[in-house]
C-alpha cells in the first residue's frame, strides 16, 4: 500500500512548511521531484522515527541528514513483524542506524539512540487504518512459514 504527501502530513500533522523542511533534511521524502510522491508503511515508519526524536528532544532535522537514508533502507529491508518486536539505534557519532531485536543486548556505544519501535508502529496503524480492524490481529495461532513441508 503506498501514501501519498497528504497522508503523510495528515499523520504526523505537519504544515505544508514543515513538510519541506521534512523534505529537505531527509533526501528519502524527496523522491519523485516535481510530482507527488508516494510513500511506503515503512517510509512512514522512519519518517515517524525522526518524528518523535526531533520533537521530543528538541533536535534539528538536519542532524538526521547524513542517517536518512540509512534509516529509510533499513526500514525497508525488514519486515513490518520484525521492525513492530525490535529496537532502533542511532549512533550519532558512527554515522550508524541498526536494528536490535528485543532478546539481543544493545552494543556499547559513547552516544546512540535507542528507540522502541512497537510504539510507532501501533501509532502508525492506528491512525493510517482508522477503524478498521486487522482480521489477523485475532487470529489464535502463531504465524508460520509458507512452502516449508515435512
Known amino acids: 500500500m503506498l501514501f501519498t504527501t497528504g497522508q503523510l502530513r495528515s499523520a504526523f500533522r505537519l504544515s505544508k512548511q514543515q513538510w519541506r523542511t521534512y523534505r529537505d533534511a531527509l533526501p528519502p521524502l524527496a523522491k519523485d521531484q516535481g510530482r507527488s510522491g508516494c510513500f511506503t508503511a515503512n517510509d512512514l515508519l522512519a519518517t515517524?522515527?525522526?518524528?518523535?526524536?526531533?520533537?521530543?528532544?528538541?533536535?534539528?532535522?538536519?542532524?538526521?541528514?547524513?542517517?536518512a537514508t540509512q534509516l529509510?533502507?533499513?526500514?525497508?529491508?525488514?519486515?513490518?513483524?520484525?521492525?513492530?518486536?525490535?529496537?532502533?539505534?542511532?549512533?550519532?557519532?558512527q554515522r550508524g542506524v541498526e536494528l536490535v531485536d528485543q532478546d539481543r543486548t544493545i552494543p556499547f556505544t559513547s552516544l546512540a539512540l535507542v528507540i522502541e519501535l512497537a510504539p510507532l508502529v501501533a501509532e502508525?496503524?492506528?491512525?493510517?487504518?482508522?477503524?478498521?480492524?486487522?482480521?489477523?490481529?485475532?487470529?489464535?495461532?502463531?504465524?508460520?512459514?509458507?512452502?516449508m513441508r515435512q
Open 124 to 147: 502508525l496503524r492506528q491512525h493510517l487504518l482508522a477503524g478498521e480492524p486487522d482480521p489477523q490481529r485475532d487470529l489464535a495461532f502463531p504465524p508460520m512459514l509458507a512452502g
Open 72 to 93: 529509510f533502507d533499513l526500514c525497508a529491508a525488514a519486515p513490518w513483524p520484525q521492525l513492530e518486536r525490535s529496537s532502533l539505534l542511532i549512533d550519532f557519532e
Open 48 to 67: 515517524s522515527v525522526v518524528h518523535r526524536v526531533g520533537s521530543r528532544l528538541i533536535m534539528p532535522l538536519s542532524t538526521f541528514t547524513p542517517l
